[in-house]
Nanobody, 122 residues
């Protein structure tokens, strides 16, 4: 599986963006998927994750209630809908895949996309 993230951009505080992560390969539906982000000078942090079927989702406390992760296995795509964006959400966002049950630790993810920049202005 290879991953391609897109949908980042510049948005004002309070605005919304939807990130997409398109996967190649026929085994996408067997992977749990996650979104991580890394701000300038900061460590990469967990944002959200979803199991293979989409029936279970997990969120970092900092985005709970504002972000929604979802997936469409027919389209080999996972999404991150981001609402009520804040300047502290500014980061490069990465999608990743794991063949483990949904996990929140980046080292458990074995396949990573290239990242997409999200910038939230105040």
């Amino acid at each position: 599986v290879q991953l391609q993230a897109s949908g980042g951009g510049l948005v004002q505080a309070g605005g919304s963006l939807r990130l997409s992560c398109a996967a190649s390969g026929r085994t996408f539906s067997s992977y749990a998927m996650g979104w991580f982000r890394q701000g300038l000078g900061k460590e990469r942090e967990f944002v959200a994750a979803i199991n293979w079927s989409g029936s279970s989702t997990y969120y970092a406390d900092s985005v709970k209630g504002r972000f929604t992760i979802s997936r469409d296995n027919a389209k080999n795509t996972v999404y991150l809908q981001m609402n009520s964006l804040k300047p502290e959400d500014t980061a490069v966002y990465y999608c990743a895949a794991t063949n483990k049950v949904v996990v929140t630790i980046s080292s458990d993810y074995t396949i990573w996309g290239q990242g997409t920049q999200v910038t939230v202005s105040s």
